[in-house]
């Protein structure tokens, strides 16, 4: 099936896997400069740029943001308060995590434990869609890749979890993946927009939920940082937040849900093989084999018969 798909959609799908896996190895650099909180407020409001120029260029305007309420009055509209949950959970708080995370773990690890999201929506989906229940072939997918994350920590010897003064971070990217899977659960229930519209939307709330926490926990005024950061964290906002969510959408309604799904393999190989070879980080047998597990899990989850399942939207780490 997938076999027959054109070139330009195979080409959209390189890239999209590039720019998600390119999101944690941009972090890892970046956060070793500028606080994690002001990568996270910086990236989105260079994300909001791109997508609001496209929503323009396009002859597209933002939802209002109040609708008429009680007799003189108006109030916050639903499709706002949506915009700002999904911008709570899809961006602002797993993009911090990430941040946070990747201050003290390596990219590629990050990478791993991401990999985990699809596997966290299938049972979210059992507790919160009522026509996405939990069958065997999820279930045995989800153990298979919980396995995965109990080699990846290895309690017995040698994993990540011999590090304990990091296993605090470790567990940060593991919530950011359980806030792209819940993320996922309540973007089904997002209202009817223009996608770039909403994108735009989401990240406005995002970006504006951030700011608070940048100015408590960063002092950003007093930051130090060099070029190079600077200018991989402008890209970061660009190219794996806003670019990213445009390609996104075209491949969406080129090629379908589940020829994007294949991205839920790859990101995770790129992001190893990535971070192995631009950052010299090694991986031991219990890394990898974690990776494998995780993969398979997504994989036997995801197997029906005759039919397709929806993905997960991306993430970007």
């Known amino acids: 099936m997938f076999l027959n798909r054109p070139a330009g959609d195979w080409a959209l799908l390189a890239i999209l896997a590039l720019l998600f896996s390119s999101a944690v190895l941009m972090t890892k650099i970046v956060v070793a400069t500028i606080p994690p909180i002001t990568t996270v407020a910086i990236r989105l409001l260079i994300a909001i740029g791109v997508l609001y120029g496209l929503m323009r260029h396009n002859g597209q305007s933002l939802p209002p943001v109040t609708v008429p309420g009680r007799p003189g ?5 639903h499709a706002w308060m949506a915009f700002a949950v999904l911008g709570l959970l899809g961006n602002a708080i797993p993009f911090s995590l990430m941040s946070i995370g990747q201050t003290r773990i390596d990219a590629g690890v990050a990478g791993i434990l991401l990999a985990f999201m699809p596997l966290a929506t299938i049972v979210l989906a059992h507790f919160f869609v009522r026509d996405d229940k939990l069958t ?8 298979i890749g919980f396995l995965g994350l109990f080699v990846l920590f290895d309690p017995l010897g040698g994993g990540v979890s ?3 003064q990091t296993l605090i971070y470790h567990f ?8 792209y899977a819940l993320n996922t659960i309540v973007a ?13 939307a989401i990240t406005i709330c995002a970006f504006l939920l951030t700011v608070p926490v940048m100015i408590l926990a960063d002092n950003p005024m007093e930051i130090s940082t060099n070029v190079p950061a600077l200018i991989l964290l402008v890209a970061l906002g660009v190219f794996p937040t806003g670019l990213a969510t445009i390609y996104y ?11 994007l799904s294949l991205t839920n393999y790859i990101v995770p190989i790129i ?7 631009l950052l010299g980080e090694s991986f031991g047998l219990s890394s990898l084999l974690a990776l494998a597990l995780i993969l398979t899990g997504i994989a036997v989850s995801q197997w029906r018969a005759g039919t397709v399942r929806e993905p997960s939207p991306p993430n970007h780490g």
């Open 188 to 200: 089904r229930r997002m209202p009817e927009v223009d996608p770039i519209a909403g994108a735009c």
């Open 172 to 179: 940060a990217v593991l919530c950011a993946a359980l806030c």
């Open 136 to 143: 065997f072939a999820k279930f045995v997918g989800f153990c």
């Open 249 to 259: 959408l075209m491949l969406i309604r080129s090629a379908g849900p589940s020829f």
């Open 73 to 77: 009055q108006r109030q916050i509209s």
């Open 271 to 277: 992001t190893v093989a990535l971070s192995a070879l």
């Open 162 to 164: 011999a590090t304990h």
